[in-house]
């Protein structure tokens, strides 16, 4: 084994020089190389550099292996093993530097065009693998402590592109991507602008004025999938929901999810066999509301809009209502408003025209439900055509009641009301006044509130019930 020892800073202790002007025969060997290192020792290193001087300054580190060159300072390559390897015990293991705005201070490529077919479970094909086993530190972290740049190129710490994922994070047990800063975690797609999948979190974001922004032209923004999300355990949520998948979960003190939308929508929901959006409250009080939505009044604009049939579990309370429907004269045109028949009781009306006989009565059936749905009847006789004393011979019993006193073949008019007695109905007895809460004029306020303008829509999430 040779041995150099040399005490000048200026000069080399080894010094390999090619001066071949041509490039090398590309036949897979190595040619053309000022200094080559070779060798057949298991866990040994063809070239190994080392600099046990003191740390140097930051404009010039003690380095123990150093290149330059047109291409690449440093280049590695195995067949087998790993190209290049670095191992630190106290600072960085790797470091790169640039100074051309179109370069880069580190580039890896992996130029294999078919798919790993490693079934381990590791990552494999990776242009850049970085794997760490220190608590609380990061496989990969990017940073960039430039200004910020225009917003066609904004300054990033970690940018990707790929057909598939631009960024991919992955954790059995924690968070696939977590971001912070004034922007948490950007996203911009065709297709998906931001995609997180992971057993608990798919996508953590935090930021001081935007946590989590997505967009994408022509495809989605934000997709999220959870294979199952248990609330109360995993939010610290007292009486959360405790089942469920969710694709997303948003938690806050104010606001879960916050939306806006100049023109479109700032909320949508869709699902294939399911519902699309469910509003629930965990609350008992007049201001626990499951979905609450408001528009301005004296206008067109509606606080909610149902294309399709509604289905009502409970009761329904409103300051108006009736139908609108196309005129049927003029159905092109106008539109044909009724109200509502409205009563301080639950009361059901039911009408018809009996024909009387011969003896000039006329016997009416009604359901056989309808004195199990009703109570309280009441009766109004009119007659068609003449005049007769008409009156109601018997009353109700066993869902028929009977009409006298008129001429054999006279039309008689009837109309029989009940108030419901069905056993929802006597378990919600309907409260015909009452004191109004605080909470419900507060609601009331902010529908007959004046439309929000322009500056104000940016403040919308602070108008809650």
Known sequence: MAEFEISGPKDNAVFGRNDATSAPPNDGGVHGTGVFGLTFSPGAAGVFGANNGPKGPANQPSVGVQGNGADAGVSGFSDQGTGVRAHS????????????????????????TTASTATDGSPHGCGIL???????????????????????QPSVGVQGNGADAGVSGFSSEGRGVTGTGGTGVEGHGNHTGVFGTGNQIGVDAGGGSIGLQASSPSGVGIFAHCENFQAEEQLGVPGAVSAGKFGVV??????????????????????????????RTQGTSANSIGVFGIAPTGGAALAGKFQGDVDIEGNLSKRGGGFKIDHPLAPGEKH???????????????DGIAVLDEAGRAVVELPAWFEALNSDFRYQLTCIGDFA?????????????????GRAGMEVSWQVTGIRADPWALSHPLIIEELKMRSDADIHALIDARPLNASAAGRFAGIRP
Do not use: W
């Open 250 to 279: 948003a938690y806050g003190d104010t606001a879960g999810i916050n939306a806006f939308s100049l023109h479109g929508d700032a909320v949508s929901g869709l699902t294939l066999d399911g519902v699309a959006v469910v509003g």
């Open 130 to 152: 970085a794997v760490t086993t220190v608590p609380g530190a990061a496989g990969a972290f990017g940073a960039n402590n430039g200004p910020k740049g225009p917003p066609n």
């Open 89 to 112: 015990n106290h600072a960085n293991a790797v470091e790169g530097f640039g100074h051309d705005p179109n370069g880069n201070a580190m580039l890896a490529l992996h130029l294999a």
């Open 389 to 405: 004393p008409v009156c109601i011979s018997r009353k109700l019993s066993k869902n028929r009641f009977v009409i006298a006193g």
């Open 336 to 350: 044909l408003h009724h109200s509502f028949v409205e009563s301080p009781e639950r009361k059901n009306v039911y």
